[in-house]
Structure formats: structure tokens, C-alpha cells
């Protein structure tokens, strides 16, 4: 019974993912963000293929796009979630340029952005979690993100800095005061 076996290990990973992700945002003062983070990947487009490639050590989303090229859920999911940089992807207005282009994303949703990142390190790492891991996936990525927008792409990468060489309580800190300028 693999699908049963899945259907637990994949709602209990992206559960725990949600709970993790709504602890780190409160820290940081994004309560609401925290209590709506991935509420998407319960719905039927995002959960049922989450079940069906389900692996327990990485994205689904991953394998998905292995066997079939493409993950709906996953079109789905950062279509409807604003701290995914790929939600802010836009063709130019520039008419020399006819690219799609990285926008800038607001503060809070970089801020979500980081908590999403260490939520999913702590995760898929487990106990082998360090503080520099999502840096690490963050650098190992950077050449697959040309569009994600520079100064996003600057301020994630100096929080995530600030994690991996100072810990959570100064990675938290920094948001709070110098991303959101909350006290």
C-alpha cells in the first residue's frame, strides 16, 4: 500500500514544512503570512501529485518534472504564493528587450522568502541541518535563477549570510529590524 504510505509522509511533510514556515515568520512579525503560508498545496492540483511522486527527501515537484517535463502543481503553486520569486516573472516593457524579466518583490515577501528556505532545509536535512545549508542551496541554484530580480536576489542572499555565519536569532533580527523595519 506505497499510496497510503505516501499520502501520510507527503501530508505530514508539507504540514510540518507550514508549521515550521509559521513559527519562523512570527519570530520575524509576518503573522498573517505565517498563517497563510502553502495553504495551496492542500488543494487538489498541488496535493494529489505531491502524494503520487512523493520520496521523502526532496520535492515532489522535483521527480514530477524528471518523468513528465512539467508539474502543474507546481505552475499552480508559485502562480498563487508571493514569496516564490518565480510568482514576480513579467515580460519587459522594453521594447528592445522582449525578455521576461525578474521584478522586484516587496520586503515581506523576500522576508517569507527566507523563512520558506530555512523551513524546507530544516526538513529535507533533518538532523544534518546547518545554519549555511540554505545558503548553499541558494548558491548551488543561483545559475538557474537569472530571473529572479538583482536587488531580490541581493537581500536574500545577505540574510541568508547573516544565518549562516551569525544563527537564527541574528538571521531573525536582521529581518525584523533591517528588512521590515520593525522593532
Same mark, same amino acid.
Given at each position: 500500500?506505497?499510496?497510503?504510505?505516501?499520502?501520510?509522509?507527503?501530508?505530514?511533510?508539507?504540514? *510540518? *514544512?507550514k508549521m515550521l514556515v509559521m513559527?519562523?515568520? &512570527?519570530?520575524? !512579525?509576518?503573522?498573517?503570512?505565517?498563517?497563510?503560508?502553502?495553504?495551496?498545496?492542500?488543494?487538489?492540483?498541488?496535493?494529489?501529485?505531491?502524494?503520487?511522486?512523493?520520496?521523502?527527501?526532496?520535492?515532489? #515537484?522535483?521527480?514530477?518534472?524528471?518523468?513528465?517535463?512539467?508539474?502543474?502543481?507546481?505552475?499552480? *503553486?508559485?502562480?498563487?504564493?508571493?514569496?516564490?520569486?518565480?510568482?514576480? #516573472?513579467?515580460?519587459?516593457?522594453?521594447?528592445?528587450?522582449?525578455?521576461?524579466?525578474?521584478?522586484?518583490?516587496?520586503?515581506?515577501?523576500?522576508?517569507?522568502?527566507?523563512?520558506?528556505?530555512?523551513?524546507?532545509?530544516?526538513?529535507?536535512? !533533518?538532523?544534518?541541518?546547518?545554519?549555511?545549508?540554505?545558503?548553499?542551496?541558494f548558491q548551488y541554484g543561483k545559475?538557474?535563477?537569472?530571473?529572479?530580480?538583482?536587488?531580490?536576489?541581493?537581500?536574500?542572499?545577505?540574510?541568508? #549570510?547573516?544565518?549562516?555565519?551569525?544563527?537564527?536569532?541574528?538571521? &531573525?533580527?536582521?529581518?525584523?529590524?533591517?528588512?521590515?523595519?520593525?522593532?
Open positions: 500500500m506505497r499510496i497510503f504510505k505516501n499520502l501520510k509522509g507527503h501530508f505530514s511533510t508539507i504540514t *510540518h *514544512h513559527k519562523t515568520c &512570527f519570530k520575524v !512579525g509576518l503573522y498573517k503570512q505565517g498563517l497563510l503560508h502553502d495553504l495551496s498545496k492542500y488543494t487538489p492540483i498541488e496535493f494529489i501529485p505531491g502524494v503520487i511522486y512523493y520520496q521523502g527527501d526532496r520535492s515532489p #515537484i522535483n521527480r514530477e518534472k524528471e518523468l513528465k517535463t512539467c508539474s502543474r502543481g507546481w505552475l499552480h *503553486h508559485k502562480g498563487r504564493n508571493l514569496h516564490h520569486f518565480e510568482y514576480w #516573472i513579467d515580460y519587459s516593457i522594453n521594447p528592445t528587450g522582449g525578455k521576461l524579466v525578474g521584478m522586484k518583490m516587496p520586503k515581506k515577501y523576500v522576508a517569507e522568502m527566507f523563512c520558506d528556505r530555512l523551513a524546507a532545509s530544516k526538513v529535507y536535512r !533533518g538532523q544534518d541541518f546547518q545554519p549555511g545549508d540554505p545558503y548553499q542551496f545559475k538557474k535563477r537569472l530571473l529572479m530580480h538583482p536587488a531580490t536576489s541581493e537581500l536574500l542572499e545577505t540574510i541568508l #549570510i547573516v544565518l549562516r555565519d551569525q544563527g537564527e536569532d541574528a538571521a &531573525f533580527d536582521y529581518v525584523r529590524r533591517e528588512v521590515l523595519g520593525k522593532k
